[in-house]
C-alpha cells in the first residue's frame, strides 16, 4: 500500500471506521471557481471530489504522466477533450489517457464529479494550455476574500494582503481581473 497523505477524507474515515455523505455536504460550491476534497492519495493514485458552480469552467490542461477517469455525480456540463466535447449527465463515465488535454465547463446547474487520476500528477508536469482571466476578488461565503485562479479556474483565497492562493494547483497570484 502506498504512503497516504493526511488531511483528506481517509482521514475522516481513519477515525470513523465507516463514513457517508452527500458530495453536497463536503463541495462548497463558490461562484469565483471550481473546488476540489481529496479523499486519498498517494505516489500511485489521486481520488477527488470536484465541484463546480453553474457555468464555471476548469481551464483546458494535460497531465503527461497520469491518466484520469471521471465519473459525473450530478449536474451536467461538457469534458473539454481536443476538439470533441463530451456531454456530461449524472452517471456518465469519461475516461481520459496521459498527455490529452483536458477541461471541464459545467451547464446551469452546479456539477460534481468524482475524479480518479492514476498515478498521482507528478508536481511540475502538469501544462497549462488555455489559461483564462481571474475575477473581481468577492467576498466568499465560506469565509474570507477569493477570486478565479487564471491558471486552472480554481477557488483561490486571499492568503495575504493582494495576494490569492490557488487551492487547486498551488498558483500564487495578484493583479486586476481581466475579461
Ligand atoms: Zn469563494
Ligand atoms: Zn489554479
Not at 18 to 40: E, Q
Not at 149 to 174: I, M, Y
Amino acid at each position: 500500500m502506498t504512503e497516504r497523505a493526511v488531511g483528506d477524507l481517509d482521514e475522516v474515515l481513519g477515525n470513523l471506521g465507516v463514513f457517508r455523505s452527500s458530495p453536497d455536504d463536503l463541495l462548497a460550491t463558490c461562484p469565483s471557481g471550481f473546488r476540489r476534497v481529496p479523499i486519498t492519495q498517494g505516489d500511485g493514485f489521486y481520488i477527488s471530489l470536484q465541484g463546480f458552480a453553474p457555468n464555471q469552467v476548469a481551464f483546458a490542461h494535460t497531465h503527461p504522466d497520469s491518466e484520469e477517469w471521471t465519473v459525473v455525480l450530478s449536474g451536467t456540463g461538457r469534458a473539454l477533450l481536443a476538439d470533441e466535447p463530451v456531454p456530461l449527465s449524472p452517471g456518465v463515465v469519461v475516461g481520459r489517457a496521459a498527455s490529452h488535454p483536458h477541461g471541464f465547463v459545467s451547464g446551469d446547474e452546479p456539477l460534481r464529479l468524482l475524479s480518479i487520476q492514476l498515478p498521482r500528477p507528478k508536481e511540475g508536469a502538469t501544462t497549462w494550455d488555455e489559461p483564462g482571466g481571474t475575477s473581481d476578488p468577492i467576498e466568499c461565503r465560506w469565509g474570507g476574500s477569493c477570486r478565479r485562479c487564471p491558471r486552472c479556474g480554481g477557488h483561490s483565497k486571499r492568503a495575504t494582503a493582494g495576494l490569492f492562493s490557488c487551492e487547486n494547483c498551488t498558483l500564487d497570484f495578484s493583479g486586476a481581473a481581466q475579461a
